[in-house]
């Protein structure tokens, strides 16, 4: 399984961007997607979750500015994320869960490479 985000950039306080995460590979059933942020000198955290029944889960902060949505046809996690804050600046990482056809009963996790959004004023 490899992970490809894009989407990323530097806009200014106010403006939008939207994030994009595909993953490729062969016999797997995606479980959970989710992006996470890990800012400068800060640990990395959940921004926003997935799971397979379109249940969605924010971290407070971005609570009605961000959006999360799968496309399970083109195995794509997106984030839109809408009138972004300063505190939004870090490197945005996609990250999945699946299932191996060969062996269901057991989670494994994949990372994206990183993509960075900036945000100034």
């Known amino acids: 399984v490899q992970l490809q985000a894009s989407g990323g950039g530097s806009v200014q306080a106010g403006e939008s961007l939207r994030l994009s995460c595909v993953v490729s590979?062969?016999?797997?059933?995606?479980?959970?997607m989710g992006w996470y942020r890990q800012a400068p000198g800060k640990q990395r955290e959940l921004v926003a979750g997935?799971?397979?029944?379109?249940?969605?889960q924010y971290a407070d902060s971005v609570k009605g500015r961000f959006t999360i949505s799968r496309d399970d046809a083109q195995n794509t996690v997106n984030l839109e994320m809408k009138n972004l804050e300063l505190d939004d600046t870090g490197v945005y990482y996609c990250?999945?869960?699946?299932?191996?056809?060969?062996?269901?009963?057991?989670?494994?996790?994949?990372w994206g490479q990183g993509t960075q959004v900036t945000v100034s004023s």
């Open positions: 990250n999945v869960g699946v299932r191996y056809s060969a062996n269901t009963g057991r989670l494994h996790v994949y």
């Open positions: 997935i799971m397979s029944g379109g249940s969605t």
């Open positions: 590979g062969s016999d797997f059933t995606i479980s959970a």
